[in-house]
Nanobody, 123 residues
Framework: QVQLVESGGGLVQAGGSLRLSCAASGRTFSVMGWFRQAPGKERDFVGGIARSSGSTAYADSVKGRFTLSRDIAKNTVYLQMNSLKPEDTAVYYC??????????????????WGQGTQVTVSS
């Protein structure tokens, strides 16, 4: 059974940092990514990382502040979030795709999803 388990969300002040983790079990994936969804808004792409190459892609809104990394042995990806802003507040979802590369950015391109973790940035 495939599972994606996220951890690391929480409350932080603006300018602070958080690190999210997503541990996958049941199989390996070509790409793992993060999306976020604020109340009343669509689920937006944050970033994606290819398993084999480690190549990454980011949304413009987080580029330079967020960094993706992976631990192949643990089948886990990490999202380091620095210089957090109140507008980063959202539920963050881990996603995994059986095929593709770091260029895939839309929810339908991903096959599995985690349960979500809340990130709240106070001003």
């Amino acid at each position: 059974q495939v599972q994606l388990v996220e951890s690391g969300g929480g409350l932080v002040q603006a300018g602070g940092s958080l690190r999210l983790s997503c541990a996958a079990s049941g199989r390996t994936f070509s790409v793992m990514g993060w999306f976020r969804q604020a109340p009343g808004k669509e689920r937006d792409f944050v970033g994606g990382i290819a398993r084999s190459s480690g190549s990454t892609a980011y949304a413009d809104s987080v580029k330079g502040r967020f960094t993706l990394s992976r631990d192949i042995a643990k089948n886990t990806v990490y999202l380091q979030m620095n210089s957090l802003k109140p507008e980063d507040t959202a539920v963050y979802y881990c996603a995994a795709a059986k095929k593709g590369d770091n260029s895939i950015r839309t929810p339908p391109e991903y096959d599995y999803w985690g349960q979500g973790t809340q990130v709240t940035v106070s001003s």
